[in-house]
């Protein structure tokens, strides 16, 4: 096999022409991409400048605008929202603080001892004597059900 090129042309012949097919003079017109750059970086300064009026204009608009809320009641001015309150909203409590108080709470109310119905033999005790007790004698007998049903 062969790599040389074959050429079907004799010496001499002359270059073939195609008298539809026409070759530009230059690949690109630098003059037009040019003024394209030109009127685009002109719109962008535009639009900049608008942006930066419109900015200004609507910020003196809102500052010379501004006014203070409605009061809730003739003469109080509101100092909370009505109830109910979300837990850490100003001016309410910690909502740790909240928790801490409430285990706080929960564990003293589990260690109390006292009286909950004297005449009625119906006390108190703390968790930890009550599971003392439960597991050295055990839950008080439940009696079965009966099963007759009424007709």
């Given at each position: 096999?062969?790599?040389e090129h074959h050429s079907t042309s004799q010496p001499g012949d002359p270059?073939?022409?195609?008298?539809?097919?026409?070759?530009?003079?230059?690949?690109?017109?630098?003059?037009?991409?040019?003024?394209?750059?030109?009127?685009?970086?002109?719109?962008?300064?535009?639009?900049?400048?608008?942006?930066?009026?419109?900015?200004?204009?609507?910020?003196?608009?809102?500052?010379?605008?501004?006014?203070?809320?409605?009061?809730?009641?003739?003469?109080?001015?509101?100092?909370?929202?009505?109830?109910?309150?979300?837990?850490?909203?100003?001016?309410?409590?910690?909502?740790?603080?909240?928790?801490?108080?409430?285990?706080?709470?929960?564990?003293?109310?589990?260690?109390?001892?006292?009286?909950?119905?004297?005449?009625?033999?119906?006390?108190?005790?703390?968790?930890?004597?009550?599971?003392?007790?439960?597991?050295?004698?055990?839950?008080?007998?439940?009696?079965?059900?009966?099963?007759?049903?009424?007709?």
């Amino acid at each position: 096999m062969s790599t040389e090129h074959h050429s079907t042309s004799q010496p001499g012949d002359p270059e073939p022409v195609n008298k539809d097919v026409a070759f530009e003079t230059s690949d690109i017109d630098t003059r037009t991409i040019l003024a394209y750059l030109f009127y685009l970086a002109l719109a962008v300064i535009a639009a900049f400048g608008a942006s930066v009026f419109i900015f200004r204009f609507t910020t003196s608009l809102a500052v010379d605008s501004r006014s203070l809320p409605p009061p809730v009641r003739h003469g109080v001015a509101p100092t909370m929202p009505p109830e109910p309150r979300l837990q850490g909203m100003p001016g309410t409590n910690d909502p740790q603080q909240d928790m801490r108080n409430m285990l706080k709470e929960d564990v003293g109310a589990n260690e109390k001892l006292g009286w909950i119905d004297k005449p009625a033999g119906i006390a108190q005790i703390p968790v930890e004597e009550a599971m003392k007790i439960i597991a050295t004698k055990g839950l008080p007998a439940v009696p079965a059900a009966t099963a007759e049903k009424k007709k």
